[in-house]
């Protein structure tokens, strides 16, 4: 059963506060250990990490649930 709880954490150079521009938006991103936070996409946590590549798997979680 998944849960809320990280299990990897994101690449020193991931981390951080970004912002993303697209055609007509604005997304800002937070990274912080093994969650990542979108302005209007909301809340990441990592599950798991390739262990060579910097790919990630993560799971969105809502505040109702998965």
């Given at each position: 059963?998944?849960?809320?709880?990280?299990?990897?954490?994101?690449g020193v150079e991931l981390v951080g506060y970004w912002v993303l521009f697209g055609d007509a938006e604005r997304e800002e991103v937070a990274i912080e250990g093994g969650e990542v936070r979108f302005s209007t996409l909301g809340q990441?946590?990592?599950k798991g990490k390739h262990w060579d590549e910097d790919f990630y798997k993560v799971f969105s979680v809502f505040t109702n649930g998965w």
């Open positions: 059963m998944p849960t809320a709880k990280a299990e990897c954490t994101f990441f946590v990592c």
